[in-house]
């Protein structure tokens, strides 16, 4: 579908306004929706700062009135934008560009120098920001084929100790963590409680001997299940990053296997390495 979608004019010496910007007159590309030459402008408006984070983007009423469209094509230019996440729906008040600040999560430097000096891995991400963790579970269990086999599990050893959690950061929860230990190695010990203890699993595994001295990330994205999205409070269309993660020992053991799912929208991953 080609044509133009246009907005109508301002007034002249009309004095630009925030969110002014994108109301002006533009031709969809060839092949192109209405709506999605809307969304681009809306787009591009908020990259602009036209709409900063947490206020309101036009309505409905408001981009049919400055586009002159059915109703239908300003739901679906709003609906692109919800989609890939710039935007939230709030029932009863309208859309929002997000307003969240995304967790700078330094996939290297995170795991040196924290545990090992008493401090959460996660104190190397928030900085002075809100965190809580408000769901804990710690089970023994047979885990599945595939943590087993991560896990190198003696035939003879059936159990694993599990350690799930939310973590919530500012209110918002932002990543699930399933993490797997031998038993054999995490039975009896603090890591089987809700609280672990300054430097939280990864010092307790010193105290007992197994201090991790290296370890392997490995992340994908992909759309949530249906659970994942409803404990994340996802908006329709945010994908997830799974992070998996293996902790070894120096001697080459590993320790543990922890499966992450990332609000991927919540995150920027960043790794600093050098060339040698």
């Known amino acids: ?140 269990e047979e885990p599945p084929d595939r943590i087993r086999i991560l896990l190198d599990l003696p035939d003879d050893e059936h159990q694993s100790v599990v350690r799930r959690r939310r973590f919530v950061l500012d209110g918002k929860p932002v990543l699930l963590s399933a993490s797997y230990l031998p038993a054999s190695v995490a039975a009896g010990t603090r890591i089987e409680q809700p609280d672990t203890g300054p430097g939280g699993t990864y010092a307790r595994l010193a105290d007992a001997g197994y201090a991790p001295a290296r370890f392997r990330e490995e992340l994908r994205a992909r759309m949530p299940e249906p659970g994942e999205a409803e404990r994340l409070s996802l908006p329709a269309g945010t994908p997830v990053v799974e992070i998996a993660r293996i902790a070894y020992t120096a001697a080459g053991r590993i320790v543990e296997v922890n499966e992450m799912i990332a609000d991927a929208s919540a995150y920027i991953f960043r790794y600093d390495f050098g060339t040698e």
């Not at 133009?4 to 925030?18: A, E, F, L």
């Not at 400055?66 to 029932?91: N, W």
């Open 1 to 140: 579908m080609t044509g133009s979608v246009r907005s109508i004019d301002r007034p002249r010496g009309h004095r630009n306004q925030p969110g002014d910007c994108h109301r002006r007159a533009m031709t969809a590309s060839p092949g192109q929706r209405k709506y999605r030459a809307i969304a681009t402008a809306l787009r591009e408006a908020i990259e602009r700062g036209d709409y900063p984070p947490g206020s309101r983007l036009p309505g409905e009423n408001d981009i049919m009135r400055s586009y002159q469209v059915a109703r239908m094509t300003a739901r679906q230019a709003l609906a692109v934008l919800i989609s890939e996440g710039r935007a939230v729906a709030r029932k009863g008040a309208g859309v929002y560009v997000r307003d969240f600040r995304p967790v700078v999560r330094d996939g290297i430097t995170r795991l040196t120098g924290t545990w090992a000096d008493g401090r959460s891995i996660w104190s190397a991400d928030i900085e002075d920001r809100d965190l809580a963790v408000d769901h804990v579970e710690v089970t023994r």
